[in-house]
Nanobody
C-alpha cells in the first residue's frame, strides 16, 4: 500500500505560479513512477506530467509543456509539480498517483491515488 497526500493548491491569478507537492508513505517510494493528473468539472481525468522511478525520465502532456516541471525527491518520498504561467484553463483538481509497472502514460497504469488538491486560476 502507498498513501499519497497532495498539498499546495489554491487560488492564483493568471500568469502566476504554484508548486504542488505529493508526500508518499507506505511501500518504497522509489519503486514507483509518479504522475500528476488533473480533472476539471465535467471532463476526464488527464495526465499532466509523469516521472519515472529515479527521476531520469519525464513526460509532459502538451497542456503543460514549457510551463510545468515535475520532479521528485526520493529521500523525502515526495514528488512535485511546479506550475508557471498559469492560465484559467488550468483550473482543476490535481491528483498525484503512483504506478508500479513499466508504463505510466495512462490512468489505468496507476495503482494508488491521492485525494486531490484544487487549483483555481482567475483571469
Amino acid at each position: 500500500q502507498v498513501q499519497l497526500v497532495e498539498s499546495g493548491g489554491g487560488l492564483v491569478q493568471a500568469g502566476g505560479s504554484l508548486r504542488l507537492s505529493c508526500a508518499a508513505s507506505g511501500r518504497a517510494f522509489n519503486y514507483y513512477a509518479m504522475g500528476w493528473f488533473r480533472q476539471a468539472p465535467g471532463k476526464d481525468r488527464d495526465l499532466v506530467a509523469a516521472i519515472n522511478y529515479n527521476g531520469g525520465t519525464t513526460y509532459y502532456a502538451d497542456s503543460g509543456k514549457g510551463r510545468f516541471t515535475i520532479s521528485r525527491d526520493n529521500a523525502k518520498n515526495t514528488v512535485y509539480l511546479q506550475m508557471n504561467s498559469l492560465k484559467p484553463e488550468d483550473t482543476a483538481v490535481y491528483y498525484c498517483a503512483a504506478a508500479g509497472g513499466s508504463s505510466y502514460f495512462t490512468a489505468e497504469a496507476y495503482d494508488y491515488w491521492g485525494q486531490g488538491t484544487q487549483v483555481t486560476v482567475s483571469s
